[in-house]
């Protein structure tokens, strides 16, 4: 039996929801942020300033266990905004069942509703299971990230 991913977008009543999921992601990156980054993005996902974020929860068996965040900015190669998929992230224990794949689509998704030709996000190179699905859903690029010294 095939079970269904139930991907909506994240209410003010999923903050506890979203903080155990996005600490998931962070722990995952071995990173933390301090609590005023946690209440700021927090009322960002649900603030209605086009230059927000945006975020989706996916369900499966009556849980949260997975999370997606993105955003639309201009770009000097395009007319129309793109979008930037930041971060998404999969419980451990349900990885393997669609829920990343969900979680992306529903960004795809979003983004065609938004008229956003493209839709563009980065991983780290040793991120292996991810990117057999970002293989499959994706194409990868040449390009290479630099940050500020």
């Not at 903080?19 to 960002?44: A, M």
């Not at 007319?79 to 960004?107: K, M, S």
Request: hydrophobic fraction near 40%; charge should be negative.
């Amino acid at each position: 039996m095939t079970q269904t991913v139930d991907i909506r977008p994240i209410t003010a009543e999923d903050e506890a929801i979203w903080r155990t999921l996005w600490s998931g992601y962070l722990e995952y990156y071995e990173t933390k942020v301090p609590e005023e980054v946690y209440r700021t993005s927090f009322q960002r996902l649900l603030g209605n300033d086009p230059h927000d974020f945006h975020g989706r929860i996916a369900w499966l068996d009556g849980h949260a266990v997975g999370l997606v965040h993105f955003l639309f900015h201009r770009h000097m190669w395009k007319v129309e905004n793109v979008c930037y998929l930041q971060d998404l992230f999969a419980d451990p224990a349900c990885r393997g069942r669609g829920v990343g794949r969900a979680l992306i689509e529903a960004v795809y998704n979003a983004a065609d509703a938004a008229g956003a030709p493209a839709v563009y996000w980065l991983t780290q190179d040793f991120n292996t299971t991810a990117r057999r699905l970002y293989d499959r859903i994706g194409v990868k690029t040449p390009f290479i990230r630099y940050d500020r010294d």
